[in-house]
């Protein structure tokens, strides 16, 4: 990527199945986080070795015991940058529901639903969260455009 500044790479997300294998090349440049993207830890390329990404499905499965793993990719402007995923994902119409319920525990989610309910949800969720992302820029910039209005009044008035 010339401009990385300027490209996606891919955004922050977890994967919706119960695995995924990841096979990335040298270039590297996955990352993830565990304390909701505040810091990243890079994924560090070893040859032959497959990453073993856990995804929403499991966590779901595993009544929230095992987290699914929260990543995204930075680009590099040097190297273009080859990664295979295998995604292994239930069928549209499975159950998503803890297997196993321990005495005490309350359950991750209210009902069983189906994988397709389960990723719909998600994807509304996600596009949820873009526009308050959006909205919160926006905000931001307007507020940019007061204070810059602000000053140059300031300045007029000291110039005057
Ligand atoms: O390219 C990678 O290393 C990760 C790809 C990925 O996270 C995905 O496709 O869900
Ligand atoms: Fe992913």
């Not at 990453?51 to 095992?66: A, I, K, Q, T």
């Not at 040097?78 to 196993?100: C, E, G, M, W």
């Not at 321990?102 to 998600?122: L, N, Q």
């Not at 959006?134 to 602000?150: F, R």
Request: hydrophobic share 35%.
């Amino acid at each position: 990527m010339p401009s990385p500044d300027l490209t996606l790479g891919l955004k922050r997300h977890t994967d919706p199945g119960l695995i995924t294998l990841l096979l990335q090349d040298q270039v590297g440049g996955l990352q993830a986080t565990r304390d909701g993207g505040n810091t990243w830890i890079t994924v560090r390329p070893i040859p032959g070795a497959f990453v073993v990404n856990l995804g929403d499905y499991g966590h779901y499965l595993s009544n929230g015991r095992f987290k699914s793993a929260d990543h995204q990719v930075a680009v590099n402007s040097t190297s273009s940058r080859l990664s295979i995923a295998a995604f292994l994902n239930p069928a549209p119409n499975a159950q998503v529901y803890p297997v196993k319920i321990e005495e005490g525990e309350k359950a991750v989610m209210d009902e069983p639903i189906s994988f397709t309910e389960m990723y719909k949800r998600k994807m509304n969720n996600d596009l949820h969260l873009a526009r308050l992302k959006k909205i919160s820029k926006q905000e931001e910039s307007l507020l940019e455009d007061d204070n810059k209005d602000k000053s140059c009044k300031n300045l007029q008035q000291i110039l005057a």
